[in-house]
């Protein structure tokens, strides 16, 4: 996409993460390991309370950076678009951040709930399972945002499992 106008270049920045969304080969499993050091900071600045505030506004900003960037495409879920990464990884990650919280533990403590977070997302995001595929057939920006969103409460629904199972 070339950037035209003021709101071109944002949705460009905003969809693509920073311009992460043209690394290759793999552009969503890149948005997905970019978007780990910005929720720690996130986390590390306001808490559960900032990642969960963070997470709807960042959806509201990808979908109208998708709704436009893809305007008048052909296709409406083109690779470079990772923002829809960067909020369902960040939904995987909340039963982290929340169990580092009620330890009272620094959330990188919890290394192997993120490693899990990174797997499961990338795992429900690529298969598509169920509801998963359902949103992705949903040809826009919704579509693009949707099944992100519910790989990762998938995920989290995982990662909250395997802390409960491996902590009791």
């Known amino acids: 996409m070339k950037a035209n106008t003021m709101k071109d270049r944002w949705a460009e920045i905003t969809a693509t993460y920073f311009y992460v969304g043209y690394l290759k080969p793999a552009p969503g499993t890149w948005g997905s390991l970019a978007a780990l050091p910005l929720a720690w900071l996130i986390y ?3 808490g559960v309370w900032l990642m969960a505030l963070a997470i709807p506004a960042t959806y509201v900003k990808g979908y109208l950076a998708t ?3 893809t305007q008048g495409r052909d296709n409406h879920d083109p690779s470079e ?3 829809d990464e960067v909020v369902g990884q ?3 990650l909340m039963p982290v951040f ?5 330890a009272g533990v620094s959330a990188l403590a ?3 709930g993120w490693i899990a977070a990174f797997v499961l997302f990338r795992l429900f995001d690529i298969t598509k399972p169920g509801p998963v595929g359902w949103a992705d057939r949903k040809d826009n920006a919704t579509g693009v945002m949707l099944d992100d969103v519910i790989a990762g409460l998938l995920a989290a629904v995982c990662v909250a499992a395997l802390g ?3 902590h009791g």
């Open 44 to 46: 590390a600045i306001g």
């Open 98 to 102: 929340i169990g580092a919280a009620h």
């Open 81 to 83: 678009i990772v923002i």
């Open 164 to 166: 409960a199972l491996w």
């Open 110 to 112: 919890l290394w192997p």
């Open 67 to 69: 709704k436009w960037m």
């Open 90 to 92: 960040w939904i995987a």
